[in-house]
């Protein structure tokens, strides 16, 4: 049982700190700008949440970061998520952040400070699976020489510095034998390139043809890579459900402005009733998933080593949850939702890119089962 | 009276030292079910002295009403404490001491809008077990339209003449009082000129028919009034309506948000039924493990344990939103999603079941009734459509046509 | 490619003549007085259906038959479900017609002049699944020895003859080793109890305690009662679809005319659009499912052996468009729905157990699923 | 021209050794897709040779309309032998010679409301390519409301002005000729004083501009009327407007019955697409075997088949329907629920195909444009919502508020 997953005062502070600079420096113009430019991310952006702590969110003090925690960091995903801020933001500041937590200081200042980028480098298919890893890291006397392809991953272009997750041992789709290696994104032999998805944000395609590691770029122990990823992953999972929870929250507050305003057959089109139940609908449905994933930041902040579960549950309803938001979103707005003019698109786009990251419904749904006994 | 700490560890021991000493084991092994409920009244069968005792025990600490204040018969618990309580009753497998509607709907109408006289009349009456209210808002034809209310009542000068009937009045074949709308005024707008009245079931014209639901007998009665006194004040000169005459429309909106959230709670984890306290995943591996090899029964029932935990964690936030100052009209998101989800999970539990689930006797007994009962739940209290309606129209602010 | 699944004039006279005679003779109260008296069906009613013709509908002429065909048994059960009348239409006239196809004749005429009843024995769990059989028919000399239990047999307690599946040779999960009996109902060892459903029709459970059968008994082949057994199942299961279809239709029918009568909020609750759109929704979903059915009956008709995938789809869209058009019956009317004084409920109970019966949705659609190859 | 025979088996035979001597083989031997569809037109880019040729031979036989009159450059044929003829082309991988708007709506409304001269001039023009047409209804700001026309044509005596824009005209920007709904007079009620005009894309203040989708770019266009000039009849004597003047909304009413049973033929098992003739199984058993070991995309994947099935079989019921004597305002439902589940279908696709589906250019490039396209087949011809309004108001006949 986790302490009330009502805000507490602080929470409600960062929320409207968030939401007023996002609001300010990101809205969803800004989105639609840097994806005319072709631009990825913002870095001054980023540059800016360093400054406000936002990247050493779950780093103590003394390595620089504002140690707020897990729910706090879902709160700024999910304002993040509303306005569609590109950052590499899961990535580098919860992420890697959390798989660091044990490592040098040098390693977590630079994430604090925002002059580190990281991508985590894990899946080798369309579908999210860790223990599916195949990307060989032969031992030869005391380094390791890393050959293989990982696909989708978040940040990977921009990436000054890359997690990987390889294979010291054992085959595909054993826990055992996964080592978790902390590589500069320049290092000899890999080559990066740059995917063009959907939602506009950088995804790349990771080949690593002979990349030559030492004992010290392993994360944790050897052969047991999984051990540091796992809260890696279930923090990336939970912020990235806030985040989806925004991109609900994003799409549904346009709807219902537009429902409010739009005149159809001589009325506002909000008055018919159809269309409000649908719009209550989806109300009920943003709750409950919002208590998932406040319930999500609470069990990592309280008791990371028991939150599989409740992450699970905030992903499966967070993916679920953003694909009717978006859905209806585009529905109701009528054809102008379908332009790319309007913003509805970036919302629906970023829906779908977030319901394959770190695990879709399906993955996610048999996790809880599997918690459950069944 | 006994006080009880406000240390909320102190409060826990004390409170589980309580249980162990005042509620009898022979009642904490029993098992839990519909006809254990403890419903108290004048002419209540204890199911076995332990359940009288357990009850008068608990009433004599106000903890049949752990959140009333104590002049009224309650404990003056905070709901911090009150979940302890209830806590530790879990623990030891302790029953709910009593139930009614007096607890769950007359008093907290009381103690918002009543005066304290009523307050100290009606309140102890109901927490010490004696009397069994029960309720009546709907009536027949009316529907969800509950504020279409045509029972009258005639002002007679010193009493009210009572005329009509009310539907779904639960238990009214067993209550000793009803708390009901009544139009005190013809004239009035639809939505004014009811008022909240309190009326004698043992009085001369009241009389009840049990309602029988697809689902088989039920404790929905309907309750005719055919020319029934009500005085406009009793012996001590209390009044019979609750809040202004004319203004019981007020009452009845409180109290629906009340029953609203209620209801909802059936979609929670811990709906009781056939299930008890397990998981939908628990239930089917006590039965054929080949059923999860379906892959449409499978992620159905991922799919509802997701919901239904969500569906938790929503009311928990709920709660303690409702105690830090209130969720307004969003309550009847709580109605609207606990019972849908309720549906989904009685239907899963139909299919996995399979050909025994349809039968009314066989292994899985009570599921076919439970499952037809759901269907209600979306109705009762308000229907899942009025649901919508209240959050498009108060919660989202969409505009009228 | 089937013919026009639009109706011939045969079939529109058809359909109108069982309608007339079903709304004078066997309207749903009828079936409320049945289930009042404890009576799971009307054996005068059967007695009009015989002299109609119906009983022989799959029958030659000169076994007494009318011959009429499948789509011709899906009107007529269409019929019946959207009034509600119970019978053992589709156990004896359906089922044990098919089956029996190729036997003597006066196992036919039996069926064809209503004096045999037929109920088919298979399923030994509660779930639908032939093959799982492992009621034992143990051979001695040239006579079978019958022990097992069979459950869920639909016309169970009034059958006067069982068509029993029992496994001859194998073990339960393989096709082969199965073999269909046909028995009097009163032999000896061969104990019935009836089961009190919720759709109030006669389903028993069936006890063989060493039951004698003979080769006369077996239907088609001894180990290879499936051949025979397939296209009964089949049949049964296109005519229980029409039966859904219109146990689907008979509430949807219930529920427009109480939308366009009722008033609540001073306003005729059919004018509210939430319910005209659910209502409209469906409509369509019925008018889908009479599609698949209409296209059931026309391959059983014309191609039985290649009919599987279009009964599956028929009995899966039935199965889930009675689902819906029951639960949106109940809830459109409002507690009055809830009340056992008003029909409603009666078609939510036998669409529940129609559900069930010969294969839940999931085993039809993984029928579909091995028909198109995955 | 050729004429064909009425006898079933004959008439077979007779078109399959049509299609293998007139359509060239290097035609049949290429991959269908978008870019392939022959258009037709005054500035069509044939993408070769013998798309033209194709083109031509079918024309002169009345076969790209095989249903419409000989006189009027149709081939004449029964529904049953356009079945036919188009199993042939099927089989013998021949790409349909020409599609049009003009074959698909305005055809269809000249046959129907137009004058025989009109006929006469228009329809062969259709027929044999020379001409190609394109769809003013839409309005921008109007949305679903079609009737709510602000697009104006000023009455000069002898020609009206026409000053407005059209939204979502497809392909304008390669069309010869608009059919579009202007109003011609501002007094009367909405519905009425709205005429169905025939102009000339090449007329002065005629300009287009391409719009960009959410999936990138499109064939939608605006369409804006700067002063047009619109003779109120051609040099032949023919109106400019089809029907009465003032009639233009039975007209477009007419056609948007048409439209939606075209558009709710995306439900049905020929989609095209991704997916081109396969199933949704099919498709999967392509990609990685282990996806179907989930049971979400598994039992997600088994209902979308089934339903497409079915919907496929719904698809011809009508169609027979249609031509026994009409389907009415049911066609609604095929609009409807064939769009609605197009969609469907395109979630689990881009389900299935994870990381790689959400690549604009990877291996699945066409999948996520298509999957976004889909967005609007709820949306152009109708929304769903006013399908559903047609069919509780039309077709179930429940009361209006």
Chains 1, 3 share one sequence.
Request: aromatic share 8%.
């Amino acid at each position: 049982m986790v302490t009330s997953l009502v805000p507490t005062e602080d929470e409600v502070m960062l929320r409207d700190a968030a939401r007023g600079f996002l609001q300010e420096s990101s809205p969803v113009s800004a989105f639609r700008a840097n994806r005319d430019a072709g631009r990825t991310y913002d870095s001054g952006l980023w540059k800016e949440m360093a400054q406000m702590g936002w990247t050493g969110v779950l780093l103590p003090e003394d390595a620089g970061g504002s140690d707020m925690g897990h729910r706090a960091a879902g709160i700024l995903s999910e304002e993040m998520g509303e306005v569609l801020a590109a950052s590499p933001f899961i990535s580098t500041a919860v992420m890697a952040a959390t798989a660091l937590k044990g490592a040098a200081n040098d390693r977590l200042t630079g994430i604090a400070d925002g002059s580190s980028i990281y991508a985590l480098a894990v899946d080798e298919g369309p579908k999210h699976a860790p223990l599916r890893t195949g990307l060989k890291a032969e031992k030869s006397g005391n380094a390791f020489r890393l050959s293989g392809r990982k696909v989708f991953v978040a940040d990977g272009a921009a990436a000054t510095r890359v997690l990987v997750l390889a294979r010291t041992a054992g085959s595909p789709g054993e826990a055992e034998g996964l080592t978790l290696f902390d590589l500069d994104a320049d290092r000899a032999g890999l080559s990066r390139s740059a995917k063009h998805t959907i939602d506009e944000r950088d995804h790349a395609q990771l080949d690593f043809d002979a990349v030559e590691a030492t004992g010290d770029d392993v994360v944790g122990e050897v052969d047991g890579g999984m051990a540091a990823l796992a809260t890696a992953l279930k923090a990336g999972q939970a912020a990235l459900s806030a985040e989806l929870l925004g991109v609900s929250a994003g799409a549904f507050g346009m709807t219902t402005g537009y429902l409010k305003e739009r005149k159809q057959f001589g009325r506002t089109i909000g008055s018919f009733q159809a269309l409000q139940h649908r719009a209550a609908h989806l109300f009920s449905e943003i709750e409950i998933t919002a208590s998932a994933i406040a319930n999500a930041g609470r069990m990592m902040d309280e008791s990371p080593e028991d939150a599989e579960i409740a992450v699970s549950i905030a992903k499966a309803r967070a993916t679920q949850t953003a694909k009717l938001a978006v859905s209806e979103g585009v529905q109701m707005h009528g054809g102008i939702g379908m332009t790319d003019e309007f913003d509805m698109g970036f919302f629906m786009k970023r829906a779908r890119v977030g319901a394959e990251w770190l695990g879709d419904y399906g993955y996610h749904a048999a996790r809880v089962a599997a918690a459950r006994s069944f | 009276m006994a006080s009880f700490s406000d240390d909320l560890d102190q409060f826990r021991s004390e409170v589980a030292a309580f249980i162990a000493e005042k509620c009898p084991q022979k009642l904490r092994d029993m098992p839990a079910n519909e006809r254990t409920i403890c419903w108290g009244g004048k002419r209540f069968n204890f199911s076995c002295d332990e359940q009288r005792i357990w009850m008068e025990n608990a009433a004599e600490v106000g903890l049949t009403a752990p959140r009333w204040p104590t002049e009224y018969g309650g404990a003056g618990l905070s709901r911090a404490q009150e979940k302890i309580f209830r806590e530790e009753m879990a623990k030891a497998n302790a029953p709910s001491p009593l139930e009614s509607f007096g607890l769950w709907m007359l008093g907290p109408a009381l103690l918002a809008f009543g005066t304290h006289e009523q307050k100290l009349k009606y309140l102890p009456e109901i927490t010490n077990g004696r009397v069994r209210w029960c309720q009546g808002y709907s009536e027949p034809g009316a529907g969800s339209d509950l504020a279409s209310v045509q029972t009258r009542a005639e002002d007679k000068g010193d009493h009210w003449v009572v005329n009509g009937s009310k539907i779904w009045t639960s238990y009214a074949n067993k209550a000793d009082w009803i708390f009901a709308l009544v139009r005190t005024d013809r004239e009035a707008p639809k939505h004014k000129g009811i008022s909240f009245m309190l009326i004698d079931m043992e009085a001369e014209g009241v009389s009840t028919k049990p309602i029988k639901l697809i689902s088989g007998a039920s404790p929905f009665c309907e309750t005719f009034f055919d020319n029934v006194t009500v005085p406009k004040t009793d012996d001590e000169g209390n009044s019979r309506i609750v809040g202004e005459l004319n203004r019981g429309w007020d009452v009845a909106k409180h109290l629906l948000t009340h029953e609203r959230e209620m209801i909802g709670g059936g979609g929670s984890g811990a709906a009781g039924g056939i299930l008890g306290s397990r998981s939908l995943g628990a239930f089917i591996d006590t039965l054929d493990e080949t059923l999860m090899d379906d892959p449409v029964i499978r992620s159905q029932t991922m799919e509802l344990e997701i919901d239904t935990l969500a569906m938790g964690m929503t009311l928990e936030r709920y709660k303690d939103m409702a105690k830090q100052g209130g969720v307004g009209h969003a309550s009847a998101m709580l109605k609207y999603a606990g019972t849908e989800l309720n549906k989904r999970r009685y239907e899963v539990l139909m299919s996995i079941t399979g050909s025994e689930g349809v039968e009314w006797d066989g292994e899985h007994g009570s599921l076919a009734p439970e499952w037809l009962r759901t269907k209600a739940n979306s109705i009762e209290g308000g229907t899942s459509e009025v649901m919508l309606d209240i959050l498009s129209k108060r919660v989202l602010e969409l505009p009228s046509s």
